[in-house]
Structures are given as structure tokens and as C-alpha cells.
């Protein structure tokens, strides 16, 4: 029991030093992804279009890009970038394919 | 205008300073000038009423233009008001550029038809309305929750919180997920039981409610992306509640509000692409569950479900609770074949309850569900859009269960399904399929169902 507890103990000192650390991360992380936003490139785009097709279909049919505005692409993409565990360039990639095709 | 004026004024001076001498010089004769004065004086009476209408036209030509000028002002300071309030305008709205708060509804409905030999008569479902609510701040956080509207068979609507959660990317590979979630153990519930993707009208046996699967927990979650070379690995790691007693005795597995033991469950998904189009990936959870906590206001006591108590027992008031699966999943171009397998065992404990503080005895239970299933998109037979809307489904699965045998009578049992679907639409589907229901205990009837069912995934 007393293992058991420092267990606990453990695994919540560890979140919370994990979400303090990585913080700052998430700041930067989020500027770097407002400046590439800002510049999409062909090269971008293709890459949106071959994650967009992995991945999206993997589980779903693949959505018409027509179907949601830009902003609503940014907030879905995000939500799928957890749900499918995306990598942040990937969504970043299938963002700029969407905002470019709709 | 004015020079038509002044040569008008000017000929009528000339005219009018002219009189006397054409007086003098007419004279000669009476009577010519008689005749030469008068039509003279109709001259200029002529004259002068065309310099009085002159006159009359010039005054309303100034005042024409003066009306014209003070519109021209008023439009001048009309346009620079508006330009002024467009500016503001212009600051405060949308102009291409990200607004630092956004927000998508999405969500899925169904309505159905289910017929067959099951117990109650043929009937058109209601289905679900599930409404998705995604709210982003900027890169740092986004906040998603899905609610599900129901109806049942009296009538009446009911509400549930599928999920409600923060998702807070850490890093590039690690996000931090809290609160109420969609359990990440395999890949039905997370990813494929909304109904316009999942291919069949229902869950496989043992992966709904009551059965081996976990539906959600609440806690905190790590989860994320690793890349590894050319392919990848993907997590998801959770602390939650964990799963708590039913009133019959079997284990909950949805994400409660409130703890009711001090042990957290602990458990998550490790997936790995061994091709870009195969996933597999493996489950654990474990916790441990104590009694039937009834809710605050009820008294309903498990006693019903009491088993004897085997000779040499040594079980406690809280027991060990564990699940281990597997799943893969191939999904290249229109095929898609899933598997999913999931096995759990509660140890044997006893469950305090109001009439036996001693607490009744609840056997080792054991659960285990498997299913798989193979989807066709007909896209690239023949050249009929109807035909490429087409997508046969199979699936055959089984549902075990040990140790509970009002779970095993109601839940166990083998489940074959065929289905036909058309897609009317990406996210639009139509569903036909017969399901067969083969129970596990004697005496328990079979069932044959047919179901039709239309989803939206909006």
C-alpha cells in the first residue's frame, strides 16, 4: 500500500514538472507554427495532401476541403492533431493544404 | 448664362437710347412715325419680358447650383464619415489574418430502423445527436467536449458527456490531455464508433456499453508521436478514476466525477506503423475497484448477485482489476480490415452493502471480445457513380464472459454482420445490414436482426 502511494506520489510529481518545464515549449512552438502559417509554400501544400490522405483516411473518409472555412480547418486539424496523434509539421502541412484547396 | 445676360441687357440699352433720335428723325410724317414708334415699343416690351425671364432663369440656376454645391459638401463629409468607421471597422474584423480564438462545431447524428426476432417488436430508433464543441486559443490550448442526445423507448430525452477535455501541447510529442476522455485502450471507442465511421450500425459485441471495452475515464493523459526512421510510434498514457462496481456486480468502465476508492487507474495505447498503411498497436489498464457505492439518495444493495463465499477465501474489499489488448488495422485505398481483440479480470472481493456490512461476495469475473472486420469502397469497379458508391462490410466477433452469469446470459454471445452501404456523400451514409446474434447460454434464443440506419458527420 505504502508503495502503492508513493507511486501516486510519483507519477504526479513527474506530470507537473513535465507541463511547468515544457511550457516556454509551447509558447515558442506556437510562434514558429504562426510564422510558417503565414507563409505556406508548394512544397507545403503537397506534403498537407499526402499526411491529409495517411492519415485522415485512415480511420474516416476524406472530408472536402470546401466543407470548412480556414478558421474552422485550424480548429479541426488541431482537434484531429491529438485524436490521431499527428505531428505538429504534419498538421501544420494538412492545414496548408486544406486553406489552399478550399 | 451671364454673357447671355449682359448681351441681352446690352441690346436692350441700345435699344431703349436709340428712342429719341428715331422720335426726332420720324417727324416728317405723323403717321409713319406713329406706326415705326409702336412697333418699336413692342420691341422692347418684347425685350424686356425676355430680360425678366432671363433674370427669373439665372436666380434659379444660382440657386441650383448653391443646392448643388451644399450636396456635393454633404456627400464629401458623408464618404470621409464612412472611411473614418470603415477604418475602425477594418481593425476589429476579420482580415485574413488568425484570430487568437476559434472555434468549429462538428458532431454526428443517426436515425435507424431495426426489425428482426429479437425481444419487442420492429422499430424505427431515434439514434443519436451527438454535437462536438471544439474552442481554440491560439497554439496553446484547445478545449473539446461532445454531448449525446437520446431518446428513449418512453420517450423521454437523455443527455450525456461523452468527453470533455483540455488538450495542451506540451512539445512536439507530448500533449497533455484532462479531464473526461474518450479511453484511448484500442481504437473502436476512440476513433471508430461514431456512427458515420463505423461501417455497421452498432458496436461489436463487447465493445458498447457493458462490455470489456472502456468507454472513458477521467484524469489527465500524456499522449503524442514519436518518429522512429521512416515510421512511427504513437502513445497514449492515462491516470484516471478507473473503473468502479455496478450495481450488478460487473465493472464500470465510463469516466465518473468522483473517485470512490484511492486508487487511480493506470493504463494507455502504444501503436506503431509497420507500413504507412498498417497500424498495430497494444492496451493495458489497471486499478483497482472496491464495492457498489450506491448514489447519494438510493439504496439499492447488490445482494441479489451474492455468490458463496468459496471455502479458504482470502479476498479482500477491493480487487485488482486488469485489461490487456491488441488491434490492427490495414487501411490502403478503398480496403480497410480491422481487428481487435481485449481480455480483463477482476479478482474475486467483498462488496460492502447496507444490509451486509460484511460485504457480499463477488466471484473473479472475466471478460475477453474480440472482433474483425473487412470493408470494400467499390470506387474502382465499373464506371456507375452508383456502384463507386457502394461499400459491402463484414464482420464476425465474439463476447465472453466468466464468473457473472446474469452478464453472460444477457452479453455473451457470437456476432455475425453484413451490411451494404452507400455513401451519399464523404461524410454521409446509408447502412442495410442483417446482424445474427448466436448467445453462449442454453436456452437463450438466437437473433436475427436487419437495420437500416443514415448517419451525418457534420
Known sequence: MKTMKNNRIWIGTTLVVAMLAAAPLAVAGSDDNKNKASKPDPMQVVRGAKAWKNNCGRCHNLRSPKELTDEEWDVSVTHMRVRANLLPLEAEDIKAFLKASN | MRKTLFLSSAIAIVLLSAIPAGAQTSTSTEEGLSSANQALLARIEKLEAELVALRASVQQSAQTASAAKATAQSAVKTVSTVQKLAKVGAAGAYSGAPSDAKWHLAGYADVGFVGGDMPGPDSFVTGKFNPGFHFQYKDLLIFESELEFSTTSDGETTTELEYSQFDIPINDYVTLVAGKYLSPIGQFQERLHPSWINRIQGAPAGFGHDGVQPTSDTGVQLRGTVPVGNTRFTYAVALGNGPQTTFEGGV?????????????????????????????????????????????????????????????????????????????????????????YLNSHRGAFFSPTADDPAGVFLPRLGMKAWYGQVSYRMSNVGSSDFIHNLEPVVRYGQFRITGHDVLREENAQDRFNLGLNYWLAPTIVTKAGLEWRDFRVAGVPSETLYQFQIAYGF
Open chain 2, 252 to 340: 464500470k468502465l465510463e469516466g465518473v466525477s468522483k473517485d470512490n476508492n484511492s486508487n487511480k487507474s493506470l493504463g494507455g495505447r502504444i501503436g506503431f506503423f509497420a507500413l504507412p498503411y498498417l497500424e498495430l498497436g497494444g492496451s493495458y489498464l489497471t486499478g483497482k475497484v472496491s464495492g457498489y457505492a450506491p448514489p447519494v439518495g438510493h439504496e439499492e444493495t447488490p445482494v441479489t448477485l451474492a455468490a458463496d463465499v468459496p471455502v479458504g477465501s482470502s479476498a479482500q474489499d477491493q480487487a485488482r482489476y486488469t485489461l490487456w489488448g491488441m488491434d490492427a488495422a490495414y487501411t490502403k485505398g478503398a480496403l480497410a480490415a480491422r481487428f481487435e
